[in-house]
Nanobody, 121 residues
Framework: QVHLVESGGGLVQPGGSLRLSCAAS????????MGWYRQAPGKQRELVAV???????NYAHSVKGRFAISRDNAKNTVSLQMNSLKPEDTAVYYC???????????????WGQGTQVTVSS
């Protein structure tokens, strides 16, 4: 069994910063990519940022230059530093891990429960 647990969401004013963290635990052999997605009310879930085990990153155009993703492979954690937040960043943010539970199993996608980020004055 695998668990991804997010923390760090909350209410922040426009222009402010928040840092989200996610820890993966359980029967994990290796983690390929880890990432953050978000879903605003009435919208589809969208990619925010992903990072591979080697540190390669990819960001949504809307957050480039404002958000930074990082991970600690030894601790199976991934973080998202969000700066210069805008009201349109308001959403539930979900942690995702593409991981293997054993060397013989194909990678599977696991999700956290989500954490609310609200940007409002």
């Amino acid at each position: 069994q695998v668990h991804l647990v997010e923390s760090g969401g909350g209410l922040v004013q426009p222009g402010g910063s928040l840092r989200l963290s996610c820890a993966a635990s359980g029967s994990i052999d290796t983690i390929d990519t880890m990432g953050w997605y978000r879903q605003a009310p009435g919208k589809q879930r969208e990619l925010v940022a992903v990072i591979t085990s080697r540190g390669s990153t990819n960001y949504a155009h809307s957050v480039k230059g404002r958000f930074a993703i990082s991970r600690d492979n030894a601790k199976n954690t991934v973080s998202l530093q969000m700066n210069s937040l805008k009201p349109e960043d308001t959403a539930v943010y979900y942690c995702n891990g593409l991981l293997r539970t054993s060397a013989t199993m194909p990678p599977m996608s696991y999700w956290g429960q989500g954490t609310q980020v609200t940007v409002s004055s």
